[in-house]
């Protein structure tokens, strides 16, 4: 098999563990590739087994760190590579493997007995165009001056769904629902659901509430706000300003990220990481 190693660049732990994994699956005979990166933090590695994140092209990422490292994965590589996540992180929605848990899961990997978890994405288009990542977790947008509101009107499927004057709106994947949008009064949506949460972000009107509809409706954005920009994030990774002009839509992205996963159970996994977030 070849397997690409990305680790979290600000963290000793997931450095060192990255090494470990390195040196493990070349001892087993396999190519295993780091990215470029990662071994600019900890230069251990073979030089001929750097990669950019953008060239890789392997049958497993194993991401080392928290969902932030994930997230970097998805908006750099181009292939849907299958990721599997060693959590060195805080919470790790993502990344479900424990490190104790790592050679365990890498051997279950090697020989085959796994599944692959797929999860939609979102992808934005600002006047029709489309050059930003896809969104594993959500698509904010925000007010780009804090303290100050901003007002938006957003569609689904061309009908009126509200007029809001708020900090912002998030427009979020059912894996982002245990995030941003779950911290803004959004609900946890199962990811086995094709579904999408709207969820406005502190409105000035109570009544504004979040709303979950289809994964393959279209969401437009209205920004009603003068004179300033506002703010759209992708997944927290992503930023960039736009004029009020700027006509805003949403879709289900033809790509999917793909997990590796060892067990189909959702919950209590889900459950007792939302409790231990709040």
């Known amino acids: 098999m070849k397997f690409g190693i990305v680790a979290r ?10 090494y470990r994994v390195y040196d493990f699956l070349k001892v087993s005979d396999h190519d295993v590739y780091v990215d470029v990166e990662t071994y600019e933090h ?7 087994d750097l990669k950019p994140l ?15 490292t994930i997230l970097r994965i998805e908006h750099k590589v181009k292939n849907n590579i299958p990721i599997l996540g060693i ?5 790790g929605f ?10 365990f899961a890498l051997n279950k990997v090697i020989e085959g007995d796994y599944y692959i978890d797929e999860r939609i994405k979102l992808r934005v288009y600002l006047n029709g165009e489309s050059n ?46 245990t995030g941003y949008a ?11 659901i094709d579904g999408v949460v709207i969820a406005p972000l502190a409105p000035i009107a109570l009544n504004a509430r979040p709303m979950v509809v289809p994964a393959d409706s ?9 004179g300033r920009d506002v703010i759209l994030t992708v997944d927290g990774q992503f930023y960039t300003y736009i004029h009020p002009e700027v006509e805003i839509s949403i879709k289900k992205s033809p790509r999917k990220t793909k997990f590796v996963r060892f067990s189909k159970g959702i919950y209590p996994r889900y459950t007792l990481k939302i409790k231990k977030k709040f």
């Open 9 to 18: 660049r600000d963290k000793e732990e997931a450095l060192k563990l990255a």
């Open 42 to 48: 900890f230069p251990h590695f073979e030089e001929a």
């Open 54 to 68: 953008e060239e890789m092209d392997v049958d497993v990422i194993v991401a080392i760190g928290g969902d932030g």
């Open 87 to 91: 959590n060195m992180g805080t919470l």
């Open 94 to 103: 993502l990344a479900e493997v424990d490190p104790s848990e790592t050679f």
């Open 132 to 177: 930003i990542p896809d969104a594993l977790n959500e698509v904010a947008i925000l007010t780009g001056i804090p303290g100050k509101i901003v007002h938006l009107k957003y569609y689904v499927d061309k009908s009126l769904a509200e007029e809001i004057r708020a900090d912002g709106l998030i427009i979020s994947t059912p894996t982002g629902s």
């Open 182 to 192: 779950l911290s803004a009064g959004g609900p946890f949506l199962d990811p086995r």
């Open 218 to 226: 279209t969401i437009d954005v209205a920004v009603l706000t003068k």
